[in-house]
C-alpha cells in the first residue's frame, strides 16, 4: 500500500470538504463521477453536501428575502447559514474550519489557491451564493476568504464549488494514478502543456513530430519543454514573468522569439 493510501509508517490524509448549497442536487453528477467519485471511494476526500433550508425554521423553509433599502433581487438571510455552520463546528469540536464563499467578488483561483487547498488540514467549508447576494453579516462575521472562479456571473456558486474542490483534489497525494500524473505540472511551473500525440503516426497526412518518435529522451525532454514554452508565450505570455524558467529555458525563449520575429 502506498504511503498515500495510509501503509505503514504514513498517516493518511483527507481533504475534509462541506459545502452549503440551497441546490445539492447540482453537485451530485461531478462528485460521483471519474477521478472525484474515486477520491471519495479511497478516503481522500470528502465532501459533505448540506443543504441550506434544512437549516430555516419556518414552514416553507424561506432561505432568502428581499434586500433592504428597496433594490430588486434576493438576499440569502443569515439565520439558516449561521445555523448549518454552528451545527458543523458542534460536530466537528476540536476541529478548525476554513470557510470560503464562492462569489464573483472574491479572489480570482487559480493553480497557487488549489495547490494551497489540498494541503488545508482544516475544515473547508464552501458558501455557495444564490440569488444576488448573502447577507453581509454572513460575509463580516463567518467568512475567511472569498474566492471566485472568474470575471463573470454563474447563477450561483455551485458551479464555482466544483471547480475549487477539483482543482485543489487532484493534487491530493494518491488521488491521480501513475499516468494520470504525468500531467499533474501543467501549470505547477507556470507553464502551459505541451502538445500530445498518441497514434497513429499520422493521420489524414498530419504526421507526429519525429522527435517523439525517436527514443531520445533527452530531444523528447528539450522538445517537450520548448513547445510548453512556446504555447505560453503564444497562447498566455502574462504568465512568463511568474514561472520559474532556468538558463536553459531562457535560452530556448529568446531562440523562440527570434523564430517567431523573423
Ligand atoms: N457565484 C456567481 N458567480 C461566481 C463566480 N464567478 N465565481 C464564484 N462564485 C460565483
Known amino acids: 500500500m502506498s504511503p498515500a493510501l495510509g501503509g505503514p509508517g504514513s498517516a493518511m490524509r483527507r481533504l475534509n ?84 464563499l464562492l462569489s464573483p467578488q472574491g479572489s480570482i483561483f487559480d493553480h497557487r489557491h ?19 447576494a448573502v447577507d453581509e453579516r454572513v460575509r463580516a462575521a463567518l467568512v475567511d476568504e472569498e474566492l471566485s472562479i472568474g470575471d463573470y456571473v454563474l447563477t450561483g456558486g455551485e458551479l464555482a464549488a466544483l471547480v475549487v474542490i477539483d482543482a485543489a483534489a487532484r493534487l491530493l497525494p494518491g488521488v491521480l494514478g501513475d499516468e494520470e500524473s504525468a500531467y499533474r505540472d501543467s501549470f505547477g511551473d507556470g507553464l502551459l502543456d505541451h502538445p500530445h500525440y498518441t497514434r497513429p503516426a499520422e493521420f489524414r497526412g498530419m504526421k507526429v513530430p519525429d522527435v517523439l518518435l525517436s527514443g531520445n529522451h533527452e530531444a523528447v525532454r528539450k522538445w517537450r519543454r520548448r513547445e510548453a514554452l512556446r504555447a505560453t508565450l503564444l497562447k498566455r505570455p502574462d504568465l512568463l514573468a511568474a514561472a520559474e524558467l532556468t538558463e536553459e529555458d531562457r535560452a530556448m525563449l529568446a531562440d523562440l522569439r527570434r523564430e517567431m520575429s523573423g
Not at 434586500?67 to 458542534?90: D, T
Not at 488549489?114 to 444576488?132: F, K, M, T
Open 17 to 100: 470538504v462541506h459545502v452549503l448549497t440551497l441546490f445539492p442536487g447540482i453537485l451530485a453528477g461531478p462528485l460521483n463521477e471519474s477521478i472525484l467519485k474515486r477520491a471519495r471511494d479511497k478516503g481522500l476526500l470528502d465532501v459533505d453536501i448540506r443543504n441550506i433550508r434544512d437549516y430555516t425554521d419556518d414552514k416553507h423553509k424561506t432561505a432568502d428575502d428581499s434586500p433592504y433599502g428597496g433594490e430588486p433581487g434576493m438576499v440569502l438571510k443569515p439565520e439558516p447559514i449561521f445555523k448549518a455552520i454552528e451545527a458543523l463546528r458542534a460536530e466537528h469540536r476540536d476541529e478548525q474550519f476554513l470557510t470560503i
Open 114 to 132: 488549489a495547490e494551497r487547498l489540498s494541503e488545508e488540514r482544516r475544515r473547508i467549508v464552501l458558501l455557495c451564493g444564490h440569488y444576488e
